[in-house]
């Protein structure tokens, strides 16, 4: 009896050790498929990053390449057809060495210019080499973005602005590196300022902007460094190559047969004597209205100031002017009295970003209404275009962007210029129409400033 109770016994723990011995064979197997595993997993994933790493660097190639010369941005983003670099348009194939061995990846660079103005997208891609195979294992890509910021908005103004009561502005911001004063009750458009915005935020204390409803406003924004330099040489130098009818009052540098002058004016009157250029009539009262309609154009006004402030030499656009140009140039202050033409602009994609739903202090009508019942679908059935530049408000006169190097004071004139606008001095203008146009804002000139990175994604690359 004993003797078989021995055996079950014995037989019981043969089975468990059978049963233990399977489990651990089972779990070591499936330890080593999971340690294979792992380890290719590993591999590819070394490979996938180095792929990446690979895309990095080819866009940090590009982007010193386009920093190289301010002639690369150029030739990429403001040259008709683009002039592209040479090695950076996916047609050389880059291979950094590591420290030691042979190079383990390559890697493409392209550069080129994109739909939205002064702006230019490096793509990336990188990508492992098998040995002895041509066709890489790994490819990652990487498409990055990069702009050169222009003029911030609408009115950009390195002294204060005078924000009267019939100063409309519309698709884009007010922007002052000094103070601002409110006298509008519109709750359009955004207004920034790095000083205050009297009477809405005159403590420098946080907040400084009108949340909540909405964010109208930015008062004493640190954020504004340094206001945008243009290059005025650039300018000037694309004026001596425009050719005008010569104005009614005055006549650029150098003149031409057929009543023709370039666009350069260095106009000085004698000491004690006030002496305009004026643009009205074609050929004088009798003629027709005065029309220069280029986008290569520049008309530039220069000497103009001098120290004589009792007697300031100024611009005048009157009659049926109407430019649509580059830009208008000038170093003395513009007056805006003409009655101009119609014209169809183009709204900004983030135009209804500056008509907020909601109320900023002291605005009894809601800027949103605005919006939706002037400029947007359906109300306008021609957006994104607008053909409302016509009276009751006025005709547009400008087209483009205008830099004033001093004090900007205009008002009766009931004018609109559509474009972006960048005054030295303060800003007092009244029955004045600005239409911000993006396209206009960046294609400015601006001297040096190193693009900033706008957007980054991967994507889908392929070899």
């Not at 002895?132 to 911030?152: H, M, Q, W």
């Not at 009267?164 to 698709?171: C, E, F, G, S, T």
């Not at 400008?398 to 606008?421: L, P, R, W």
Request: with cysteine.
């Amino acid at each position: 009896m004993n003797r078989i109770r021995h055996a079950r016994r014995e037989g019981q723990i043969l089975i468990w050790v059978l049963i233990s011995t399977g489990l651990l064979s089972l779990f070591v197997a499936t330890l080593y498929f999971m340690v294979v595993n792992e380890g290719r997993w590993s591999l590819k994933q070394k490979k996938s990053t180095i792929a990446f790493q690979l895309a990095e660097a080819a866009v940090a190639r590009g982007f010193w390449k386009l920093q190289e010369a301010d002639q690369n941005w150029i030739d990429i983003v403001e040259t008709s057809p683009p002039k592209f670099i040479p090695g950076y348009q996916n047609d050389i194939i880059y291979a950094d060495l590591p420290s030691t061995g042979s190079p383990v990846g390559r890697y493409k660079i392209n550069i080129s210019s994109t739909e939205n103005a002064q702006e230019v997208e490096i793509t990336g891609v990188g990508a492992m080499l098998k040995p002895g195979v041509a066709i890489p294992s790994d490819i990652r890509g990487l498409k990055v973005r990069y702009r050169k910021t222009a003029v911030r908005g609408a009115i950009t103004a390195r002294g204060g602005v005078e924000y009267k009561p019939q100063l409309i502005v519309h698709w884009g911001p007010v922007v002052t590196y000094g103070n601002m004063t409110i006298q509008d009750s519109r709750g359009y458009p955004w207004r920034n300022a790095k000083g205050s915005i009297s009477p809405w935020d005159i403590d420098p204390g946080i907040p400084n902007g009108n949340d909540p409803p909405g964010f109208y406003y930015k008062a004493f924004d640190q954020t504004l460094l340094a206001p945008p330099e243009v290059d005025l040489a650039r300018y000037k130098a694309d004026a001596h190559l425009t050719r005008i009818p010569i104005p009614v009052k005055g006549s650029g540098e150098h003149t031409f047969p057929n009543n023709m002058c370039c666009g350069y004016f260095l106009y000085e009157s004698p000491p004690g004597k006030t002496q305009d250029i004026e643009f009205s009539k074609t050929g004088g009262k009798g003629g027709g209205d005065y029309e220069v309609v280029n986008p290569t154009n520049v008309i530039y006004f220069d000497g103009l100031g001098g120290e004589d402030e009792t007697n300031p030499k100024s611009v005048k656009l009157k009659d049926g002017t109407f430019f649509d140009i580059k830009a208008l140039i000038s170093m003395r202050n513009v007056h805006f009295h003409g009655n101009g033409k119609v014209f169809v602009a183009t709204i900004p994609p983030t135009a209804s970003d500056l008509y907020y739903n909601g109320l900023p202090p002291g605005v009894s009508t809601n800027p949103w209404t605005i919006w939706t019942s002037t400029f947007a679908a359906p109300a306008n059935p021609n957006y994104p275009q607008y053909k409302g530049l016509y009276p009751p408000e006025t005709g547009c006169v400008v087209h483009g962007f205008v830099y004033i190097g001093t004090d900007e004071k205009c008002s009766g004139g009931q004018n609109s210029v559509v474009g972006a606008m960048q005054v030295l001095g303060d800003v007092q203008l009244n029955t004045f129409y600005i239409y911000y146009d993006s396209a206009t804002s960046g294609s400015v000139y601006l001297k040096g400033g190193a693009p900033s990175r706008y957007s980054w994604k991967e994507y889908l690359a392929t070899w």
